[in-house]
């Protein structure tokens, strides 16, 4: 009886310790798509937009050839139709990271405790409202970046690209 015992602690410890691995795991990597930025032009091409990862204008250029021929209602428009596009554009990429991490989860067949979905969902990292390629975004992803370095090679890691 004693083996038994003995066996399923050691497969309790090692799921514990497999889901405390995957729990810092997913905290970085949602920390990576905190700092994602999507962008759109809007179909006349008079503005190009930026959004970070809630979906909230962060950059915003024009053209100054077509803005001279705009009024400023279509301006508006145009200004708005990017930004939606640029928000459904996060939100894929949103969307795609979710859908790893619960793939992820799936490996322990188990089903999530409705506290372990909350405190999962909850997971959300402050998202930063600067431009792409600002000073503080850079700062965070040199910082990420040296803490993966001493991470374990073999550690799962969810990447996010923009095919476009």
Known sequence: MGEFV?????????LLSDLRHFQGAAARS???????TAEAWS??????VWVNAQGVVVQVEFD???LSQTTSADAGAAVVQAAQSAAAKMRAKTD???????QQVARFRVQPAEEFVE???????EVPLS????????????TLDAEAD???????????????
């Open 64 to 66: 100054d050839t077509v």
């Open 6 to 14: 003995d066996s399923a602690d050691s497969r309790v410890d090692r």
């Open 119 to 125: 405190e999962f969902s909850g997971m959300r990292p």
């Open 30 to 36: 949602a920390q990576r798509l905190a700092l994602e």
């Open 43 to 48: 179909d006349d091409g008079l503005v190009q």
């Open 150 to 164: 001493r991470k374990d090679a073999q550690e799962w890691r969810l990447t996010i690209r923009d095919d476009e």
């Open 131 to 142: 431009a792409p390629g600002s000073r503080d975004r850079r700062a965070v992803t040199e």
């Open 96 to 102: 795609a990271f979710q859908a790893g991490l619960w």
